[in-house]
């Protein structure tokens, strides 16, 4: 009874985080109402996402209380780590990404993506997940909830850790949007990482690729750096980049892991014109 009813609380507050949009807001700006200018804006807007940030507090602090058992957890959220699933192991990852494209002008669009994923350990090396995609664009004119299409990856560790100068892994995905109008794109992965005490690096060098020469090519990184404070507490830094597109952004990560289920934490701000000028996510898994 004490499960079902957790279960319930974190349908109730995923429902209000995630689903409910704040209709009442728009509607008064639909209709007329002289929107908000200069400070009083940027003050409007940092209420919203404060609320929505609130909202995910409470989310984490209901889900602290299901009993599940230990989990891979990551220490990043934009990058990845020398790791994969163990063999006959699975978890389930819940993925949000907010982009703010102007933050002086925040009401004139952001996007909320969501994204679930399946994990599945092969052997002790080799694991392959498949994602499901969702995103809500929101305007000044409209709001705007679809699905976009699904994702199917596998990763492959070479050795264990410190078999190497770096630990090496290679990842591969496959992305199909789910409009016929986007390019399906192929996205290969060079992992290269280092423990060095209780410090972490990692650098993901990234090639996406359209496939039947539809999408073009786009070449980024992801780079961290991270200090485990704790077994359950890492802190640190991430930047990440798309060479082809000129956009690049700094900041920091957190995360945090029980016995339970895992939870990470980070936050981008762009450092040029082209960028957006924040960028947040947040990442829950949960293995069984």
Known sequence: MVRKAQEHDIISVFYAV??????RKRMTEKKGVRSMAGKERDSSMLLTVTKRLGCYVMLFLVLSGINVVNADRRGYVWTYEYMTMPKGHSEVEYYLTHKVRDFHNYENKNTWQHQVEYEYGLTDRWDIAVYQRWQQT???ADDNFEYTGTKVRTRYRFGEKGMYLLDPLLYLEYIKPDSSAAPEILEG???LAKDIGKFNVAYNQIL???INNEGGNEDEYALGLNHEFSPSWKVGLESTGNYTEDKFYFGPTVSWASEKFWVGFGALRGL??????LRFRLIVGFPF
């Open 208 to 210: 996406k690729v359209g």
């Open 189 to 191: 992965k060079l992992i």
């Open 18 to 23: 995630i689903v409910i949009p704040e209709r």
């Open 272 to 277: 040029n014109d082209r960028s957006d000028d």
């Open 138 to 140: 929101n305007t000044a």
